[in-house]
Each structure stands twice: as C-alpha cells, then as structure tokens.
C-alpha cells in the first residue's frame, strides 16, 4: 500500500515519452538546432573577415556612396520589411486567417526576391564596372574578393532558399495542409537570415566605404 502511494506521487519525467522535454515541438526545436549551427558558421566568417580588415593595412575600399551603399542600405530597408510582413503572416495564421496569411508570405516573398535582384545588380557594378572578383581586384588583395563573395554569396543563398521555403509554406497553408506552428518555424529561418545582414551590412559595407 506504502508502495502505491509512493508511485502515486512521484512526478513523471519529461523525459520518459509522450512529451517534448524542452516545452516546444520537434520541429521548432530542429529549427533552433539549424539556427544555432548556422550561426556559427556565419560568425567564423564574419570573424575572419573582421581580423583580415583590421591585419590588412591597404584594405580595399571599393565600396562608394552611390551605388554601392545606396543599394545595401536599399537591401536593408527590403530584409527589415519582409521580416514584417512575416510577422504578419504568423499573427494571421494564428488567428485562423490563412487567405490573409498566404498573402503576408508571398510579400515576405517578394520582399527577398527584390533582395536578390537588388544584390545581384550590386555584385555586377563590382565585378564589370569595379574589377572585384573572388580572385582578383585592382588592388591586388584576393582575400578582399574572396572573403567578401563568400559571405554575402552565402547569404544570397540563405535567401533564395528562405524564398522557396515560404513558397512550399504558403502553398500549404492555401491548400489548408500547414499548422500555425510551420508558418512560426519558417519565419524562424527568416528572421535568422535578416539578422545574419544586419551584421554583414556595417562590417562588410560602411567599413569599407570609399571616402
């Protein structure tokens, strides 16, 4: 009977099946994972580029006011924008709007899509118009080139694959397959890729500005 009653109170452990011991979903948790590796990777380089522009007497400085600042402060106000428009996705989503929240995603959508176009309009007045390549520049400094397409290029991607997911995400929630809870987790990955800019923009861009 003492035994019984022992067992009785006791407290089942989280981690004994049937529930998430970290209080979220697995896939909001996989998220995170993703996120917290990711970001890793972005703060190695962003490191490395930060003690090459710092151990680099003639850094090149290739970046002028008009285009090249005019356009990354352009990207910036786009990425800012599109991670509005997410939230409003997922307010509407939560509240049972998915017609309202289809509608917020694909301006997120179109928001990184300018991104790209804007980015990849700036890369071209580089290599054409500026002589920058990964592995050239007319200030013999290749680190520049190579460090600089790295990041931003591994962004851009980080973009457009942020712009199919949404695409596969609204898709869902049209066809009314998704939860409130994949359009959360998608904007996870969206926010992360706007903050991710947020650094590159000042470290890459306004400490290189042609002066």
Do not use: Q
Request: proline fraction near 5%; aromatic fraction near 14%.
């Amino acid at each position: 009977m003492a035994e019984a009653r022992s067992e009785t109170l006791v407290p089942a452990s989280a981690w004994g099946g049937g529930a998430s011991p970290f209080a979220m979903n697995s896939k909001k948790l996989g998220m995170w994972l993703f996120i917290i590796s990711d970001a890793l990777t972005f703060s190695a380089l962003l490191v490395a580029y930060t003690y090459l522009r710092l151990a680099t007497p003639n850094w090149p400085t290739p970046f002028h006011f008009s285009p090249s600042i005019l356009f990354a402060s352009l990207m910036t106000f786009v990425l800012l924008s599109s991670s509005l428009t997410m939230v409003m996705g997922v307010h509407a989503m939560n509240h049972g709007h998915r017609r309202r929240a289809v509608g917020w995603i694909l301006a997120t959508m179109a928001g990184g899509a300018a991104f790209v176009i804007l980015h990849a309009t700036e890369w071209r007045h580089l290599i054409v118009d500026e002589g920058v390549t990964p592995f050239s520049n007319p200030w013999n400094e290749p680190l520049f080139g190579a460090t600089f397409f790295a990041l931003t290029g591994l962004h851009m991607t980080h973009v457009i694959v942020g712009v199919l997911y949404l695409g596969v995400i609204a898709i869902g929630v049209g066809r009314g397959k998704f939860k409130p809870e994949d359009v959360e987790v998608s904007g996870l990955y969206w926010h992360f890729v706007d903050l991710v800019w947020m650094f590159i923009f000042p470290l890459v861009y306004l400490m290189s500005v042609h002066i």
